[in-house]
């Protein structure tokens, strides 16, 4: 978990889906994130991502899918990860839907495996740009978003923190 306090814009969560034609590409060569959130609140600071060197990550950590109340339209799940960190994704039952994985990411661009009992899908996301998998029939969606903490917290983290939401 960050040490600051975090704000998440609730306009992030309410962004279209964008739909792929290559994700991984997508993530590679795509421009900045979209600077809808870049308008900080005074005092605060941007939160960078900062991969760990290889095998010295914290793991992965994060809620299941379930009803939040900044999404009521959907099941969300809040997960915290970092390069290599993978993390399953279950509904609050325990079934596992699928497990997500960072196999690339700097600041901007992000690549995840998601792996189920189809296979294994790469998935590019551009920062605040919201992206699709489908999964079991289902289309799931999965967001990075900015997230800002106090100028005296730390400014860099070795994690990211996503929403996989399943909009029912």
């Not at 060569?29 to 005092?43: I, L, N, S, T, V």
């Not at 993978?86 to 792996?115: A, C, L, N, R």
């Amino acid at each position: 978990m960050h040490t600051g306090a975090m704000k998440i814009p609730l306009l992030l969560l309410l962004l279209p889906v964008s739909l792929l034609a290559d994700d991984a590409e997508k993530a590679k060569g795509a421009p900045p994130a979209k600077e809808a959130a870049a308008e900080q609140a005074p005092g605060r600071v941007r939160l960078k991502f900062v991969p760990a060197k290889k095998g010295q990550g914290r793991g992965a950590s994060g809620t299941t899918l379930s009803r939040k109340s900044f999404e009521p339209t959907a099941l969300t799940a809040m997960i915290h990860m970092g390069l290599e960190e993978s993390f399953p994704v279950q509904d609050e039952k325990g079934k596992t839907h699928f497990t997500i994985k960072m196999t690339e990411g700097d600041d901007e661009h992000f690549v995840f495996e998601v792996s189920s009992e189809e296979g294994v899908q790469k998935v590019g996301v551009v920062r605040n740009d919201p992206s699709e998998v489908k999964v079991g029939g289902r289309k799931y969606e999965i967001v990075v978003p900015v997230t800002e903490v106090g100028p005296e917290s730390k400014n860099t983290s070795d994690q990211v923190m996503l929403f996989v939401k399943l909009p029912e």
